[in-house]
């Protein structure tokens, strides 16, 4: 193969800043920084410039932006189908046997698949027809629990064929959490596989369904056959995928949409215990996906682009499977374990299909990196030119070695910020512009405003530590609500500041050149590899144990993980502290939300510190066991509490 073009270059007056190459600049879709300027003159016309170019309408909008806080709209009146836009649309040009979706399973060995855009196009086509033969219409809701799969993609393609609301839950959560979901969401349908494969072991999903859905409205259960393992069918419930596609017709008219038709709803963690819906509509999030899959990753038609997020997070969402497919690109997706069945699994991948773009998490960097330089350096990885990161901050060392190791020093690092909420990327260095900095974000996507506050909501000068947020006019593709709770999206998101105000929860110092570094979450959310865990929804699964009457979860870090959860217990009267209670409780949490959520370690405490009105001070804790002062304690009810918990910390610490 021949030399790997340098992408970025070095700054020489600063070492650790990176600038892009004249070859990348050359290349790269924006590499003027004015741009920045022109769309902050007028967003909303600069948007409606991306709208009209990027996105297929039936019908144009009548007006671009309105605003009644918190509430907004985009495309007042446009109409359009982001299914069309997925595919349709590509299958009258060459794209039409271009490769859309490379599917690598876990197990070494098996055979690959790989679907064309038409491939995709009859396939969703078909699965469209098949919810409309069982009763689905537009505004139904159907729920997703499906591994990373083809058919995942399918089905959500086939929902907003039809104007159906997907509601994807992640094949990881537990029978308890998927039964959460479909209380909220309250669909008529659930698409799910007999299972899946995981560090080479088949995982059996029938049994959290049947759990799941007793006692819910689901009249429907659609299932893959996927590993083959034997699984129970209840008669008149469910239904085998392969039978119903086999009589389904091969083209099902798209609905039209309007711009502010529900597309899907993607529950995601919040302060309290419950998960909280959060609704995405059609066109400004397809605008925004669009633009910001091919801006931020410099996407050519002849990149292959790996995101490796789960489909049932919003990064899974929004970049491994709208934002790709709408920009016609080729991605990869891949089933299993990184590092099955040996560390080096992803870079054989890299490799086996020359991907040029990789978008993963912290995380699984800082987990390879762990591993070893020599897993890496087993493979040819000279075709990635861009590499991005999502998922939380990554630290420097993190950064450093994906940088050299994986990117073999030449290609920049697209590190960026963006919620569930705003369903896409707000915050990176666009490729062809930069600068490349360890540990800093970059700058606001153009045509979104964010700005660094203090509490009282003034601005704060450039490298002192606030509050982020969101200015108007709102980005596209922010949520438009909670799904059955307009209050929570209300106190949640445009009380801290006012209703024209969005407060991300995120705190960020802003640098002279506008590039943000963001410093983590200042509500009760961890960020366990990436992935957005509340601290009540782990409570409520430990207190749901029957010896525990009240718990507290706060992070603390980890080398591979970022943040983990440590658990403080309080125990019934009468019932001693053990290891095995303590094992107990924590499988109490797998079992109740999931692995995912797992507490790091269990401290049995004899009292929680507490505000007079009730509240466990959190705060206090995280300080506590970082070994950082304590703060004001004036509010506290029980101040004999903070003693205790400092003996029980040093018990911990000498054991």
């Given at each position: 193969m021949k030399k790997a073009t340098k992408w970025v270059i070095e700054d020489a007056e600063h070492k650790g800043i990176y600038w892009p190459s004249a070859e990348l600049k050359n290349k790269a879709w924006v590499s003027d920084t004015a741009i920045y300027a022109q769309a902050d003159k007028d967003p909303p016309a600069f948007w409606a410039k991306l709208a009209g170019e990027g996105i297929d309408w039936y019908r144009k909008w009548r007006k671009v932006y309105e605003e009644k806080p918190p509430h907004f709209?985009?495309?007042?009146?446009?109409?359009?189908?982001?299914?069309?836009?997925?595919l349709d649309r590509h299958i009258n040009t060459w794209r039409r046997n271009k490769a859309a979706i490379i599917w690598e399973p876990e197990t070494t060995g098996a055979r690959n698949r790989v679907l064309t855009y038409y491939d995709l196009y009859l396939q969703v086509n078909k699965f469209a027809n098949v919810l409309k033969s069982l009763g689905v219409g537009k505004g139904d809701r159907v729920v997703i629990y499906l591994p990373m799969i083809p058919e995942v993609n399918i089905v959500m393609l086939a929902c907003t064929r039809i104007g159906a609301i997907h509601s994807v839950v992640f094949s990881a959560f537990s029978h308890q959490a998927l039964n959460d979901r479909i209380k909220s969401a309250e669909p008529k349908i659930i698409v799910t596989a007999d299972g899946y494969y995981r560090d080479g072991q088949p995982v059996n999903l029938k049994p959290n369904v049947d759990e799941a859905v007793a006692g819910t409205n689901?009249?429907?259960?659609?299932?893959i056959k996927e590993t083959g393992k034997a699984i129970k069918m209840i008669k008149g419930r469910d239904l085998w995928w392969h039978e119903l596609m086999a009589q389904a017709d091969n083209y099902c008219e798209p609905e039209v949409m309007d711009s502010e038709d529900q597309m899907f709803i993607l529950y995601t963690s919040g302060t309290t215990g419950k998960p909280k819906g959060v609704i995405h509509t059609t066109g400004g999030y397809m605008t925004q996906a669009y633009w910001t899959t091919k801006w931020d990753f410099d996407l050519h038609d002849e990149d292959v682009f790996w995101c490796t997020a789960d489909i049932g997070w919003i990064t899974g969402h929004t970049?491994?499977?709208?934002g790709p497919l709408a920009c016609g690109a080729?991605?990869?997706m891949y089933e299993g374990a990184p590092d099955y069945p040996q560390p080096d699994r992803w870079w054989q991948i890299v490799a086996k299909y020359g991907v040029t773009i990789l978008y993963t998490a912290p995380t699984a960097i800082r987990m390879f990196k762990q591993y070893g330089d020599e897993w890496p350096a087993k493979h040819d990885l000279s075709t990635l030119r861009i590499l991005g990161t999502v998922g939380e901050p990554i630290d420097r060392a993190a950064w450093m070695w994906f940088f050299e190791h994986i990117g073999g020093s030449r290609c920049p690092i697209i590190d960026t910020w963006w919620q569930t909420e705003t369903g896409g990327i707000l915050i990176n260095a666009l490729p062809g512009i930069g600068p490349h900095i360890p540990t800093v974000a970059g700058r606001s996507f153009p045509g979104i405003r964010l700005?660094?506050?203090?509490?009282a909501g003034k601005p704060l000068p450039p490298g002192e530590n606030g509050y982020l947020v969101g200015k108007s006019p709102f980005a596209p593709g922010l949520l438009r609500g909670i799904h059955h709770d307009p209050k929570r999206y209300r106190e949640q998101?445009?009380?801290?500041?006012?209703n024209d105000i969005y407060f991300t929860n995120d705190g960020a110092i802003k640098d002279e050149m506008g590039n943000f570094r963001l410093t983590g979450r200042v509500d009760d959310v961890i960020k366990v590899a990436g992935h957005r865990l509340t601290t009540a929804e782990v409570e409520n699964a430990i207190t749901s144990h029957p010896s525990v009457t009240e718990s507290a979860v706060v992070p603390i870090p980890d080398d591979i993980k970022g943040q983990v959860p440590l658990a403080f217990a309080k125990l019934k009267a009468g019932v001693q502290p053990s290891r095995k209670l303590a094992a107990e409780i924590i499988e109490r949490v797998d079992k109740t939300i999931g692995p995912t959520c797992r507490p790091a370690r269990v401290l049995f405490v004899s009292d929680l510190p507490k505000t007079r009105s009730g509240k466990t001070l959190r705060r206090v804790l995280k300080n506590l066991i970082s070994n950082q002062p304590i703060g004001n304690i004036t509010t506290i009810a029980n101040p004999q509490s903070i003693e205790e918990l400092k003996k029980s910390l040093a018990s911990e610490a000498n054991k």
């Open positions: 709209k985009w495309f007042i009146g446009g109409k359009l189908n982001a299914s069309y836009n997925c689901i009249s429907q259960a659609i299932i970049y491994n499977c709208y080729t991605m990869v700005e660094v506050f203090d509490e998101y445009f009380v801290q500041y006012g």
